[in-house]
């Protein structure tokens, strides 16, 4: 009887606590969903109002939103299939080399207008790996991208990759000299929509990465300290191995 009631206790509070998350993120997406659409509708209005012209400019703001829209959509759609543990992946051999340097590279335009130095090292010992090329890259781009919100002019973001033959597993490195994260926020940087104030992004981006390394059986951690930067790294087993 004891344990019956033990167990059903434990039930109650998994319930109340799932949902408390399922408000928060609802009140989250509801947050992130105003301002895009907020920018649409004053724009249309204005236009039907003759306040604006349906011209290039106004019509380019309006397209631009719904695209923002259309990003955000497609994120919570991934972090929903992933923390449900249904995200299909489309593995096939992949060198890592050659989706790092791609994924990389799509950043080295900004980070040159920025002033960040942009650096990659792939060991060439990585062998193929049996994973989803896309994704990979998916998370790659997401971490470079957060190291680039948050590394000032003069500062230096670096990518590296090696095998780890404790596993074996491929080792993802990437390393800012940013402005680094702050100490309460650290322990839910993975956390769906937590971003530091003022931060640009959507606070999706570290959730995906999450989300996508653990559907391939590896793991994803982080270390910073306030000025003095951040690191992320993610491991992916060699062998063929789902989470």
Partial sequence: MRD???SFNEMVTRLEADEAQRRRLLADVS???RTPLTVVQGNIEAMLDGVHAADEAHLTAILEETRVLGRLVDDLRTVALSESGTLPLHREPTD???VATDAVGAFRS??????IALQIKIAEEIPLLEVDPVRIREVISNLVANALRHTPSGGSISVDALVDEVGPAVVVTV???GTGIDPELLPHVFDRFAKAPGSRGSGLGLAIARGLVEAHGGSIEVASK????STFRFRIPVSREAG
């Fill in 4 to 6: 019956l009631v033990r």
């Fill in 31 to 33: 947050h992130e969903l």
């Fill in 96 to 98: 890592l080399a050659v």
């Fill in 110 to 115: 900004a980070a040159e207008a920025a002033g």
């Fill in 175 to 177: 390393r800012d000299t």
């Fill in 226 to 229: 306030p000025g003095r930067g």
